[in-house]
């Protein structure tokens, strides 16, 4: 937790309560369903928290938006990104229930009340969000074909609304089709080794 408080250091004691809070949640819960891969739980902070908490360091997201998390997964990136904007609406969406069922437990416990986790597949919802953030889901391509049709038509911040997407290694293939796309290398933001090559990438949804 050292690490999240030393690159936000302006985190409220709230905040700081909550995140601190996350890695007791997950060894609890990962026993019932894998979550999170075991075999990288030991660096809880690092990979899944800060990694997922990089989009923080390239946007703020606004109060009154709304979010969907793509493929949430365990609930991330949704559920640090929730703490640290707590007036912003997310929406994480897994087609997995029993992770849906596991990710309200945590919800309820963590008392977040701007996190609302639906079972569906992505492409079948109806809703319209501002911003699309995921981790590791599939290729940029492939979302990009579920989501498009997904993002409300008008844009209420300083930039179109798009997706964000946690994404690491060589992106060169996967960026092709995407000219405009911007590439937020995440060691300009964080010192570790983990993240040389690591990144958020952002494409706006025109």
Not at 41 to 55: E, S
Request: aromatic letters at 18%.
């Amino acid at each position: 937790m050292e690490l999240i408080q030393k690159y936000f250091p302006n985190l409220l004691d709230q905040q700081i309560y909550k995140l601190s809070s996350l890695k007791n949640l997950y060894a609890y819960w990962n026993t019932y369903v894998n979550l999170i891969s075991r075999k990288t739980f030991n660096d809880f902070y690092q990979q899944h928290v800060l990694f997922c908490l990089g989009i923080a360091k390239v946007f703020s997201f606004y109060p009154g938006s709304c979010v969907m998390d793509l493929g949430t997964g365990g609930g991330f990136p949704g559920i640090p990104l929730s703490i640290v904007f707590p007036h912003t609406k997310f929406i994480l969406v897994d087609s997995i229930r029993k992770k849906i069922k596991i990710i309200e437990k945590i919800i309820y416990h963590l008392h977040l009340k701007n996190v609302f986790p639906i079972c569906i597949r992505a492409e079948k919802l109806e809703n319209q969000f501002d911003f699309v953030v995921t981790r590791y889901v599939k290729k940029i391509d492939i979302i990009h074909n579920w989501i498009k049709d997904k993002f409300k038509y008008k844009s209420t911040y300083k930039i179109q609304n798009g997706a964000f997407y946690i994404k690491g290694g060589n992106l060169y293939d996967e960026l092709k089709r995407f000219p405009h796309a911007v590439e937020y290398p995440l060691n300009h933001y964080f010192n570790e080794p983990f993240f040389i090559t690591k990144k958020i990438v952002w494409i706006s949804n025109i």
